[in-house]
């Protein structure tokens, strides 16, 4: 029973993890790619003295969810991504799926016995 | 000696008139060389560069405190404009720290032996007074900035689209800094390969594009 969970939990965990990355996106102002550490906040200010309107910008440091890792190097950030998230979920899900049968098998043989 | 001396007047008044007639004012009656320096004080400053590519946009910017420049300009005179940018490779940002490394690294801008990009600005050609408020002491011109852009210790000359407003201090100007203010804004693009930046094996062209575009906003006031 408990390997089944763990597919189905597995299976269902990547479409949160699709709206997160939706969601992000679109915070962020554009599709994410690679997952962004810094955002850019740009306000609009109106100055007298130089008679015209400035953009302001600041940096907001945090989190974006994008398709891929903000890194290449070997580190726990390296799952910080769609992609890598979905695929471990989906392995998961495939190991979980693989155990389940396994269990199913010994059982038959032993109740067979 | 008499025809001497008249030929060498007549000299003097041509390169004068010429001067004259290829110098443009801001029309708020001013002369002389005024120098200026960057100040965060004045206004917002800001040096960004983009790359597009297919895979790939990346915004990215300067941290101002790293970036240093100076102006030298002649009010009667916008032409003969002179300055540098300067600003630390270090300092360039594109929001993920690891491929900020990467920027930093020897593949790309190589900042351990190239700390420093810079721009040294020649002169101005092309100047066109676009806005001119005389009681607010206030013009401004748009032009073609032509000087030297180095990077990665290669040096190659470059043009540029500039705005330059000029600001005459006032009481006004003085509750943010002493000084005349100039703003000046433009942009440029250069390309990769011109600088020897080879980058990581097939990014540039598919993840970063082979042109950078710089666009940068800079505030002065004058000593």
Known sequence: ?113 | MIKLLKFIALGVLFITTLNTAFSTDFGLNLSGDRKFNLNHNVGPNELRFNSSAPLEDIVGYVDKDAISSSVTLNLANIENATGTVVFKVDAMETGIKTRDEHLHGPNWLDASQYPEIKFELKNLKDVKIVQKDPPLGRATAEATAVGVFTMRGISKNITSKVKITFVKESDFTMKRANGDFLFVEGSFSIKLADFNVQGTKGVIGSKVGKEIDITYKLFYNSN
């Open chain 1, 1 to 113: 029973m408990f390997w089944k969970y763990l597919s189905i939990i597995s299976l269902i965990l990547i479409m949160p993890v699709i709206v997160l990355w939706l969601s992000d996106s679109n915070d962020y102002g554009r599709m994410l790619i690679y997952s962004m550490e810094q955002k850019e906040i740009k306000t609009e200010e109106y100055d007298p003295i130089f008679g015209q309107k400035f953009e302001k910008t600041e940096i907001q440091k945090g989190f974006w969810l994008g398709l891929l890792p903000p890194t290449d190097q070997i580190s726990p950030k390296i799952f910080l991504g769609v992609i890598p998230l979905s695929s471990a979920f989906l392995a998961l899900s495939i190991f979980g799926f693989v155990m389940l049968r396994i269990q199913k098998n010994k059982k038959e043989k032993s109740t067979n016995i």
